[in-house]
């Protein structure tokens, strides 16, 4: 069974920093394309960041680039997020999703690509 579980969300000032964790267990790890997404309520869910199975190609809308850094670990298991600079647009429960795939490059964009997810991990910045 797969299972993503996401930690580091909390509260942070604007212009600090987080990083977000999501460990993965029951799959192969280094054969998914990992994302983040976040969603705040009454809003639909949005991609902040994406890494090929690979590691090697990245993704990351303009309302973030610049700012966040997605990494991953595959001896560990996990992918990151770090997240400088933060706004309170930000704030929102921050999501991992992985998707099985047979490209080492592609990045995928959308949520509906992504069949494994995390519970989801709160991120709250205070102006």
């Known amino acids: 069974q797969v299972q993503l579980v996401e930690s580091g969300g909390g509260l942070v000032q604007a212009g600090g920093s987080l990083r977000l964790s999501c460990a993965a267990s029951?799959?192969?790890?280094?054969?998914?394309?990992l994302g983040w997404f976040r969603q705040t309520p009454g809003k639909e869910r949005e991609i902040v960041a994406a890494?090929?199975?690979?590691?090697?190609?990245?993704y990351y809308p303009d309302s973030v680039k610049g700012r966040f850094t997605i990494s991953r670990d595959n001896a560990k298991r996990t992918v990151y997020v770090q997240m400088n600079m933060l706004k309170p647009e930000d704030t929102a429960v921050y999501y991992c999703a992985g998707m099985l795939t047979t490209s080492s490059s592609a990045v995928y964009r959308t949520d509906d690509e992504y069949a494994n997810w995390g519970q989801g991990t709160q991120v709250t910045v205070s102006s």
């Open positions: 890494i090929s199975s690979s590691g090697v190609n990245t």
């Open positions: 029951g799959l192969t790890f280094g054969l998914y394309a």
